[in-house]
């Protein structure tokens, strides 16, 4: 068995296209082995900030064979009256390189069948890897040079071997080698031996190609500093992630900002040291003034520490100017300020936001219900939700919108309750009933208002994150089970913005909505489809769709599917549901209605108490009634009265069904 290399040396990559590029050559590299017939024993992918490339493992010798079939002229245009090969049939062999040989008859035309032998895989894979390489989508490309190539960096070199030998490729008007390139400034050109030693012949130039390894090279750094010192390190997986992304020989370095700055609050100092240094901040009991970053080599550490200490010490500095500034200018004279910074130019300014947002709270709990003391609350945390912005903190640090405004309001002496909804409302899943209130205020203001202006999100941008924003309404819903009606909620949040609720709008909720139930609640895409039509009530479907989810694997799913399928096919062109009982002249009418009767009852009272599974087992009951009708009784009769009069009725059953669900578009279950 064989084994093939392929690295592309460039310019330092950008973090942010780390994992797309890595996602993207695992795929590729897949799906072009298959499509060049090439089996693998397992694909290794590695990315660097200067270099990614692929190792095939175990490659076979040769390209599997196949059989080659393309069809030809009809048999009554390729033979004559003689069964002599006709001009059509030479000119059609002679075309494809065949003979006579190659020839089958199948559904009267000619095919031209052959085993066409696999090439030599040294012959294939320069075309593979050019396939691979041109393959890759980036978010940012850029052009170098005379502007001729277009690629996510400038490339510098191609290593594409297979074996101990050196492929034939040529890309961006370079050739292919054995040579590759180690750490800048610490080592220099490197030749590779053959694939299997890629990994060790890189590490003695300072290069670590394997994310893996790289990341479990920080870790181990990291436990062995924990050993050493006595204090804890938080593994921030996104931090690790980008260390890794940007690095190729992390090495660790300690160092130390000045204690004076511990008296900011935490907050603060760990978003200046790790998201603008990209450092860990050591805990011992509490937060100490320890940091712990990697730099990118084997350099004497002193140096980089040292550069480190000035920048954070100096961005801490900023960070506490900034924080005592602020401190003389209470919250409500931030949100005075928001009267100055334009949320959007067609919706006027942030504290036009608020107004807003505080409106669409207050309607929010009245639908609620909630005592008028807790509504105070929700108001009070409304009209300074946003304050923070105009804060001097969140201008330099905006990862620390809506923290600040809690611990501004904390230090104010406002009510905690209020206090944590300021931050939680920005939060995806929030965790008081504040803080969700004002999430969905926030999120369908925004929604609604971007649509009013026409920033309405494609298949492809959504600049704005409006399906995030809708998927978090949905996921607070259910969360905190509210059974709320949110097409009232965008009518009265459209009206705000003097805008009317627009198909357009209904159609992405219900967009979103379905794509919440299969996506996070793992609902089947039948029954996600079912109950589409609740999602302006999304508590109620997503619990219709749950009770579905779950009777559908059951036997007597089978009852319900028919029950409905049966009434719902005669009467889905039929909008009436006024009938007279008097007109019934079968018994089993008379039979149905008052079983109907009965269920509809005990259904309505169920879907009251959002008891979807109970309601659905009522349902069942309707079954046996609704076979006996079908079989006694013909609804299409030609007297319209009597025929009407039917419909409308099994309408009312339709109807029933449709509060559940629309079964139409179940899938039929195997019973086991």
Not at 525 to 543: C, E, Q, S, T, Y
Not at 553 to 573: A, C, M, S, W, Y
């Amino acid at each position: 068995m064989r084994t093939a290399l392929l690295e592309v040396g460039l310019e330092e990559l950008p973090a942010s296209e780390f994992h797309s590029i890595l996602r993207q050559l695992e795929e590729k590299s897949a799906e072009l082995l298959k499509a060049y017939r090439i089996s693998s024993g397992s694909v290794e992918v590695f990315v660097g900030s200067r270099r990614f490339g692929v190792i095939l493992n175990n490659l076979p010798e040769r390209q599997e064979d196949f059989t080659e079939e393309k069809k030809g002229p009809p048999l009554n245009i390729a033979y004559d009256e003689n069964g002599k090969p006709t001009r059509a049939l030479e000119g059609f062999l002679r075309n494809n390189n065949a003979s006579l040989e190659n020839v089958v008859h199948r559904e009267g035309y000619v095919y031209l069948s052959r085993v066409v032998e696999g090439k030599p895989v040294e012959e294939v894979l320069p075309d593979l890897f050019r396939d691979l390489v041109l393959g890759l989508n980036f978010r940012k490309p850029m052009r170098w040079g005379s502007g001729e190539h277009e690629y996510v960096r400038p490339v510098h070199w191609i290593v594409a071997m297979v074996d101990g030998r050196v492929l034939d490729l040529e890309i961006f008007g370079l050739r292919s080698s054995r040579i590759s390139y180690g750490k800048r400034y610490h080592a220099g050109s490197i030749e590779i031996p053959d694939p299997e030693r890629y990994y060790e012949s890189l590490k003695k130039g300072f290069v670590i190609s394997s994310h893996l390894e790289r990341k479990k090279f920080v870790l181990e750094q990291i436990d062995e500093f924990e050993k050493r010192s006595g204090m804890k390190i938080e593994r921030d997986e996104e931090l690790i992630e980008e260390i890794v992304a940007i690095t190729e020989y992390p090495r660790i370095v300690v160092g130390q900002f000045d204690r004076k700055y511990l008296e900011l609050p935490e907050e603060i100092i760990v978003t200046a040291v790790k998201h603008h240094q990209r450092s860990f901040i050591a805990h011992k009991e509490t937060l100490t003034n320890i940091f712990v970053a990697f730099q990118d080599g084997p350099q004497p550490p002193e140096n980089v520490v040292k550069g480190y200490e000035r920048v954070i010490n100096a961005r801490l500095e900023d960070a506490r100017y900034y924080f005592q500034k602020d401190l003389e200018t209470s919250l409500e004279k931030m949100n005075e300020k928001l009267k100055e910074i334009v949320f959007q130019e067609k919706l006027g300014t942030l504290y036009d936001k608020v107004e807003r947002i505080k409106k669409i709270s207050q309607r929010l709990c009245e639908d609620l219900k909630l005592p008028e003391m807790f509504t105070q609350k929700v108001l009070e945390a409304a009209s300074i939700c946003k304050a923070d912005i105009a804060s001097k903190v969140v201008y330099e640090f905006p990862e620390l919108q809506g923290v600040m405004g809690r611990i501004y309001a904390l230090r104010e002496g406002i009510n905690e309750e209020i206090a944590t909804a300021i931050e939680d409302h920005y939060s995806e899943e929030p965790q008081t009933v504040i803080g969700s209130i004002l999430g969905i205020a926030d999120r369908i203001d925004t929604i609604v208002g971007n649509f009013a202006i026409g920033n309405v999100p494609t298949s492809s941008k959504d600049p704005y994150g409006l399906k995030s924003k809708a998927d978090t309404i949905f996921r607070i819903i259910r969360k905190n089970e509210w059974d709320i009606s949110l097409e009232e909620l965008l009518t009265f949040a459209s009206s705000l913005v003097k805008y009317h609720l627009s198909e357009e709008l209904e159609t992405f909720f219900a967009g979103r909505f379905y794509q919440f139930l299969i996506n996070e609640l793992g609902i089947s895409f039948d029954v996600a489809r079912a109950v589409n039509h609740l999602w302006k009530k999304p508590l109620r479907g997503i619990l219709s769709a749950e009770a579905l989810q779950e009777i559908s694997e059951k036997p007597e799913f089978q009852d319900l599917f028919v029950g409905f399928e049966r009434v719902h096919n005669i009467t889905k062109n039929h909008d009436s549901t006024k009938f007279d009982g008097a007109l019934f002249e079968k018994e089993e009418e008379k039979k149905l209605m008052n079983k109907f009767y009965e269920v509809k009852e005990k259904v309505l009272k169920a879907l009251e108490r959002l008891n979807y599974r109970e309601a659905l087992q009522y349902l069942i009951e309707l079954k046996p009634y609704i076979d006996e009708y079908f079989d006694n009784v013909f609804v299409m009769v030609k007297r319209d009265d009597l025929r009407v009069n039917r419909l409308s009725f099994l309408k009312n059953i339709d109807e029933l069904f449709m509060m559940v669900g629309d079964m139409t578009y179940l899938v039929k279950r195997s019973q086991v």
